[in-house]
């Protein structure tokens, strides 16, 4: 299907969607998150794509909601869509089978922060710049907030929510919110790399792991453990687990069933 704001490059084993509102900082507009949502449910659904990379075309990554919209708007009913399809966005990473890595570059603020914080991997070029910075307008960054202070600890996380200043790449590295620095000439093979890493590996088992991991993410210990183990005993009926143990044992590489 065609797209306005943002292009899915569908590949085999990584795909890659691009936010392409470069003359508007790759702004979230409603129009895009709906595309982007769509967009998402097909590579969900692709059993070709093992890895997804988000990235930005222009010189940003995102910088947050489109704020024109939001003045444009001003209805409990409208801002109501617009951060509930924005939180049906962020959560939509996390149920995809595949993993998502964030390519950064340039800035990545407020809802493009929170973007990054939610896929499942980033790595930053040496350029990048984060912030929460929506108190210095009149409108915190409570949704941000969310995945942020799931991924970086709470006094960095309170530090750019209350004063909305912006963090550079090392320091992101720093707190985790992403997982490396590379310079920005680096940045496509450090993701390339990466990407093809994960994908060596059976799409079953990358989506089977993703799924335990998020689920026994916010459960106590004993909780955890009860995931886990049903997890580990699904994992380990698979055709795919018994051709990995083969493989390791016969000193091979695997042919994934799946």
Known sequence: MPYEHITLELGSPVTRLVLDRPERRNALSLA?????????????????TRVVVIQGNGPAFSAGHDLAEI?????????????ATCAALMTRLHTIPQ???????????????????ACDLAIAADDARFATPGVNIGLFCSTPMVPISRTIPR???????????????????????????????????????????????????????????????????????????????????????????RAFLEKRKPDWPS
Request: glycine share 8%; charged share 25%.
């Open 71 to 83: 003045e444009g708007e001003r209805s409990e009913t409208a801002y109501a869509e617009l951060f």
């Open 155 to 245: 006094k960095h996380m309170l530090e750019m929510l209350l004063t909305g200043d912006m963090i550079d790449a090392a320091t992101a590295a720093q707190w985790g919110l992403v997982n490396r620095v590379v310079p920005i000439g680096e940045l496509d093979a450090a993701v390339d790399e990466l990407a093809a890493r994960i994908a060596q590996a059976s799409a079953a088992v990358l989506a089977m792991g993703k799924r335990a991991f998020y689920e026994q993410e916010g459960a106590d210990e004993r909780a955890a453990y009860g995931l886990a183990c049903a997890v580990m005993v699904e994992n380990a009926l698979t055709d795919d687990a018994h051709e990995g143990i």
């Open 32 to 48: 895009l998150m709906r595309e982007m949502l769509g967009a998402l449910d097909r590579v969900g659904d692709d059993a070709a």
């Open 99 to 117: 993993p998502v890595i964030a390519r950064v570059h340039g800035v990545a603020t407020a809802a493009g922060c929170q973007l990054v914080a």
